[in-house]
Structures are given as C-alpha cells and as structure tokens.
C-alpha cells in the first residue's frame, strides 16, 4: 500500500500495539467494503498467499505509465458517460476484459470457476488460458460474458482450439509466429499476441491475425531496460501501422484506471488485465474479481471525464503528454 493511505485496520493495530505492547496480533484481511485502491488487493493477497504464488502476480514496473500524464479539459458534457466497445462484432460494456492466468487454483481453491464468475458480475470479457486448472468446459458453463481462450506460447494443437471454439470461445490468441491456418478451419477469430514493433505488427495481419496483441507481460515489447511497462510506449507506433485495420490490444501492468485511460488514448482498442483480478481471487473469491474490475471501470469513467471525453471514441492522444 502507498504511503499516502492509512486504513482503519492499521491504526487499530497501532492502537492495540501502544495498549498491549509486546502482543503482536497476526495480520488480517480487510473486509472487502472497506477498500477503496485497487492496490489494497495485492495487500490482502499477500496475506492469504505462499511466497511462490504471490510472487507470480506480484505488481509490475510503472515507470512507462508515470511518464505519460494528462491533458485536462473542462466545460464539456460527460453526464452520459459510455465505456462500451465493440470487438469483432460483439459489444462489451467497457474496454476492460480479464486476462489470461494459468492455473489459477494457486490463488483460490475456485480458480477460474470464481474468476469468470466475478467477471461475469462485472460485464467484463474473459480470456481463458490453456494452462488453466479446470477444464475450459467447466469454465465455459459458468462465464456470461465473451470468452476468449489464449493457447499459449507451447504448440497447441488443432483439436484444442476446436474444443475451445465448441465450448463458446469466441477469439483465440495465438502467439507472434504461430500457424493460423487451424484456428481459421476452426472457425475462431484469431489475435496474434506478443507484437512488438509496428513491422511485427504488418506480418501478422498478412499473415492473416484478425486482431493485433501488444503484450508487455512476458517482456515481449520493445521498453527500455528495466521496464517492463514500455509497452504502452511502444504502442502508438504499431497502431500507426495498423491504421485501422484491426483492433489492437495492450497486456500489460495496469493497476489504476488511468493507466487504461493512457493506453486507449493512445489507440489501444481495448485491454487485459490480469494481476489486479487476480489479487481479488485470491484474497476474496469471485467477489474480489468483482471489485476490482468494477474499481477500473469507475477509475476510468473518472478520467474520461476529467479529459472531457464521454465516449471511447472522444479520445486521443491529444490528451496525452509525454515526458523524459
């Protein structure tokens, strides 16, 4: 937790400390109505966490996104603000959609059961890994939003894909050098995941990628050294050479619904998130899931309108500033 927030557990624990000194009591989860950051999710996941799992969720380099900073603009209607998008046909209520995480039995004994289940409450999209921890049938039956299924960097073969297409799968990310040619017999819509640089970007549309992934989690996108955030840095350049053929979509470490505003502004069509969400899941189920995607969207709506832009459409990198 940052510096600047002090919550009501901590200074009962200080209290109980200066009262009973020598008594340490263990710490505890918060009540989940009492967070008002989504970074207080990581706190409490920690607590509920082994050392291993924790660390693979662990929040990321930030450094790209404070360099970006905002161009306000007041004195325009935003009363009706709309998040929505449309993705390959199907309208989403915001352009937040809940990445893919395998295994998610290391954060909660539901796993991915709880994770569609909160996103599902939250109106946001899920992508569902081929290393999940329960089988893509079983999550299937239970999401109630679009549902995506991410194959990996491993080979996977035609029949996964399949499957995952029969079990309502809408899209299918495959990986930056991947064979499409079984996703399209399969009837999927492919994204190409991992581009990082606008001439990557072109291969995979030839190639024919019906959407376009920059994906900074696995250290796929061009950053400077040490920062894993860049890119959000990368980013306008590969929607430069898009020019609109295809949705483009950042992964990466968002953990405030500025940072989403930053990455949208900056031509991203839309975005995964996945470490917040899972830091709900661990420390609190579906309903964790729930708030924190439900926190982003708010975080998001606020920033828009702090920019004066009711819509996705309405924005632009003109509201952005990019400093050294």
Known sequence: MSDATYSRRQAFGNLAAMLLPGIESPPRRAPLDELVLVEEFQDNAKLVLPAEPFSAIAGGE????ERITFRPRVMRPTLDMDLSVALFGVKHFSPILVGAVPDQKRFHPDGELATARGAAAAQAGLVLSS???LPLEQVAAVARTPLWFDAGNGPVSGEVI?????????????????DLREARAAGATVVVRGVADPAEARRALAEGAQGIMVETRYGLAAAPPGDAAGGILALPDIVDAV???APVILD???????????????GATAVLVSRPAMWGLAAYGADGVEVVVEMLQAELARGMAMCGA????????RLLRLHP
Request: aromatic share 4%.
């Open 62 to 65: 930030r450094r790209a996104f």
């Open 131 to 133: 290393q999940a921890s």
């Open 162 to 178: 399949r499957r995952a297409v029969q079990a309502g799968c809408q899209v299918v990310c495959l990986p930056l050098g991947a």
């Open 243 to 245: 020019a609109g053929r």
């Open 252 to 266: 990466s470490h968002f953990e405030l619904g500025v940072d989403i505003l930053k990455a949208l502004a900056s």
């Open 310 to 317: 009711a819509d996705l459409g309405t924005l632009s990198r």
